[in-house]
């Protein structure tokens, strides 16, 4: 478990608990100290941190009492600090844990780790994009680049926040944008899609600037922005808009069939895989070739030839070298 991870987990326990968890420390370290300067008063580790417990919250049983000079000295430290300074300690360390907390949820604290993924805008489709890495994997790291909300809690939504522009180093500095594995842009909802776009090709060139060699996905509303997301770096461009017009104009001219509301849950169970045809199957038929993938799992959908989508050819349509497959296979963890 590395740091962030052991943040992650501590900072979602109730403040009773992380408190109860340092006392206990503390308690131990004493106890365990006591035990070592005098094993015969002190037969066990927990006889110890009894002794401990009982003294450092000044109750003072009497039941284990210290007879050396060392193990008294140890003594009134211990009551000095169960008595003032563990006091004062706990008090600081309620208050640092509670600001810390705050700051978390408001976006003020720099990301640590690495290989996390990073989002870029708060909306619904963000946050169902955030359930799905999870669910596919819960230990996946997010950190979440946004300016438009104030605060977000880690106890709702497991992800580190940082608020900001995404588009001012400062702030992707802060979300370790170097050592991420990838970067999913959203559109702003807030803008027109024409200033959306804008915002999210000058979020693409601050991102490059601090890491050449990131994957950088971005939402493009309008067609004619792509070319500019493209020359700004952008490794993948998702066009929203063409995805619903083209499930819209399917309702609109289909006949009797299921809503296409079955595509977007299909997705939920399967990804696209792309790859080059392999030598094997050159000058083959679709057909053979299907049935040959079909045996590991991979649905043969179509190929990419000469930046030409052909979908669903004939099942004598000869592959030919250079040919890019397009299959769907099932999502595995």
């Known amino acids: 478990m590395n740091i962030e991870q052991f943040k992650h987990i501590y900072f979602r326990l109730p403040i009773l608990i992380r408190l109860f968890l340092t006392i206990l420390l503390v308690m131990m370290f004493f106890g365990t100290v006591i035990h070592f300067i005098e094993p015969k008063q ?3 580790i927990f006889d110890g941190i009894w002794w401990a417990v009982v003294t450092g919250a000044t109750v003072g049983y009497g039941d284990y009492v ?22 004062f300690y706990i008090t600081q360390f309620a208050a640092a844990t509670v600001q810390h907390e705050n700051d978390l949820s408001r976006g003020k604290v720099a990301y640590k780790g690495s290989e996390h993924i990073v989002l870029v805008g708060w909306n619904e489709r963000t946050r169902i994009l955030m359930d799905r890495i999870l669910k596919y994997d ?80 971005v939402e493009i509303m309008t067609k004619g922005q792509i070319d500019n997301a493209v020359r ?12 619903m017009s083209a499930l819209l104009y399917q309702e609109v001219l289909k006949e009797k069939a299921k809503p296409f509301e079955t595509v977007i849950h299909l997705l939920k169970e399967q990804q696209f895989h792309h790859f080059k045809l392999p030598k094997e199957f050159e000058n083959k038929p679709f057909i053979e070739v299907l049935y ?15 930046e030409k989508w052909i979908f669903n050819p004939s099942k004598d349509f000869l592959l030919k070298n250079e040919d890019i497959l397009i299959t769907s296979i099932p999502w595995k963890p």
Request: glycine letters at 6%.
């Open 42 to 44: 002190f037969p066990t």
């Open 232 to 243: 700004a770096g952008a490794s993948t461009i998702l066009r929203p808009n063409d995805f």
């Open 66 to 87: 210290p007879l050396t000079k060392i193990g008294r000295i140890l003594g009134i430290i211990l009551i000095l600090t169960g008595g003032g300074l563990l006091t």
């Open 138 to 217: 819960s230990k996946a790291e997010i950190v979440l680049i946004d300016q438009t909300v104030s605060q977000i809690s880690y106890q709702h939504y497991p992800v580190h926040f940082i608020h900001g522009d995404p588009t001012d180093d400062y702030f992707l500095q802060k979300a370790n944008i170097k050592e991420a594995s990838k970067v999913v842009i959203s559109a702003d909802n807030h803008k027109s899609e024409k200033q959306a776009d804008n915002q999210s090709i000058l979020t693409v060139v601050a991102i490059r600037g601090n890491n050449k060699d990131i994957p950088i996905i």
């Open 292 to 306: 040959s993938l079909k045996l590991d799992d991979h649905l043969l959908l179509g190929i990419l030839r000469e």
